[in-house]
C-alpha cells in the first residue's frame, strides 16, 4: 500500500536500487508510473507493505517501508527484486551491478565509477577524501536522511585514501 513520505517511521527500511546509466526524461516518467504501480500492490504474505517509493539522482530508486505495519518477508522481498529485475529488463537497465558507484565530481555532476578504478581515481585526485558519493549502507529511513551522500573519507573507499595521501 503505498502512502507518503512521511507516514514511514524514520527506522524504516530502505531498499536502493543504483540503475547503471541516468534514466531519459521519458524513462525516468514511466519508471515512476511502474514504481508507483508495483507500489499499490506491493504484499508480503498477503497484506500491504506500506511504502513509499521514489527515484533519486535521476539513477537509484529507493523503496522505503515501514516494516512495523507489516513486516517484509522473504517473498515480499523477492517479488520487489523480481519487479527491480524486470524493469531492467524492459529498459535495458542493471540494477544490480554491485561494483558501481556514484559521485558528485568538482562541477557538482553525478558520475560513476567502477570498484577495481577506485585506486587510480584517488591516486590521480579525481576522487579526494571529501568527494561526495551514495551511500549504500543505508538501510532506514533516518540514515538515508542523514547520510545517503557521504564524504569518500568516511566510505569503505577511505582504505584507499590511506595508502596514497599519508
Known amino acids: 500500500m503505498k502512502t507518503a513520505y512521511n507516514d514511514i517511521p524514520n527506522d524504516g527500511l530502505v531498499f536502493m536500487f543504483q540503475a547503471n546509466r541516468n534514466f ?15 507500489s499499490e500492490v506491493w504484499l508480503s504474505h498477503t497484506k500491504a507493505v506500506k511504502n513509499y517509493a521514489q527515484i533519486y539522482f535521476n539513477r537509484v530508486i529507493v523503496f522505503f517501508v515501514d516494516d512495523a505495519f507489516n513486516a517484509v518477508g522473504g517473498c515480499s522481498k523477492d517479488s520487489l527484486h523480481q519487479f527491480i529485475k524486470s524493469l531492467g529488463e524492459k529498459y535495458n537497465i542493471n540494477f544490480f551491478d554491485r561494483m558501481q558507484f556514484l559521485y558528485w565530481n568538482a562541477d557538482n555532476q553525478l558520475c560513476d565509477f567502477n570498484f577495481n578504478e577506485a585506486e587510480q581515481l584517488i591516486q590521480n585526485e579525481v576522487l579526494t577524501a571529501d568527494t561526495l558519493i ?4 543505508v538501510d532506514t529511513k533516518a ?3 542523514n547520510n545517503v551522500k557521504i ?4 566510505s569503505y573507499f577511505s582504505k584507499f585514501l590511506m595508502s596514497y595521501h599519508n
Open 24 to 38: 531519459s526524461t521519458d524513462e525516468a516518467e514511466i519508471i515512476n508510473q511502474d514504481i508507483q504501480q508495483f
Open 134 to 137: 551514495v551511500n549504500h549502507q
Open 151 to 154: 564524504p569518500l573519507k568516511l
Open 143 to 145: 540514515i538515508f536522511e
